[in-house]
């Protein structure tokens, strides 16, 4: 059985770095072919993808946040990070991570996470 | 970036009854497109992949068709359990983009 957990600091400042993990289980990210991805949702909002990892290390990011975007991998701990630099109150959101298998299956269960001041 | 539009954004509808949820991408995506089921909770349920095929777990009456830049998700008839959001997504290219979404709500 695959299963996701994202996991994160729940509150932060602007400006301040927002860093984020995933640690999943029933898969291997140095097995060939897998991934793991982030997507996010604000509040009443739709689903906004954010970066891909695989299991080469082959990186994907969202360019409307690239270049505050660094997605990351852990194979002998099964987890898998995302941080985001500079926040601001429009990056508060649920976050969530998901195997890259088939689209995104299965996914975590998300992390709220808020930016405020 | 591959446009997603999805529609209706709300769709009213009864027990038993026949539904599809439209999603049209800006270009063609060459039947990459996929489906997922958002509950209030905000568990998100991977329903369809590669326009129509249906992941494990998922009942039949469940089903996806289209291609170039026209899909569809029907579900044959509504059972209580089916009530929630519904996104179509795209992985023809990066930076991967999701339709936003339909609300399928009980009249």
């Known amino acids: 059985q695959v299963t996701l957990k994202e996991s994160g600091p729940g509150i932060l400042q602007p400006s301040q770095t927002l860093s984020l993990t995933c640690t999943f289980s029933?898969?291997?990210?140095?097995?060939?072919?897998?991934?793991v991805g982030w997507i996010r949702q604000p509040s009443g909002k739709g689903l906004e993808w954010l970066a891909n990892i695989w299991w080469d290390d082959d990186k994907y990011y969202n360019p409307s946040l690239k270049n505050r975007l660094t997605i990351s991998k852990d194979t002998s701990n099964n987890q898998a990070f995302l941080k985001i630099t500079n926040v601001d109150t429009a990056d508060t959101a649920t976050y969530y991570c998901?195997?890259?298998?088939?689209?995104?299956?299965?996914w975590g269960q998300g992390v709220m996470v808020t930016v405020s001041s | 970036d591959i446009q997603m539009t999805q529609s209706p954004s709300s769709l009213p509808a009864s027990l038993g009854e026949r539904v599809t949820i439209s999603c049209r991408a800006s270009q063609g995506i060459s039947n990459n497109l996929n489906w997922y089921q958002q509950k209030p909770d905000g568990t998100i349920k991977p329903l369809i992949y590669?326009?129509?095929n249906l992941q494990s777990g998922v009942p039949s009456r469940f089903s996806g068709s289209g291609s170039g830049t026209d899909y569809s998700l029907t579900i044959s008839s509504l059972e209580p359990e089916d009530f929630a959001m519904y996104y179509c997504q795209q992985d023809a290219s990066f930076p991967r983009t999701f339709g936003g979404g339909t609300k399928l709500e009980l009249k």
């Open positions: 029933g898969f291997s990210l140095s097995t060939y072919g897998m991934g």
């Open positions: 590669y326009t129509s």
């Open positions: 998901a195997r890259v298998h088939y689209g995104y299956n299965p």
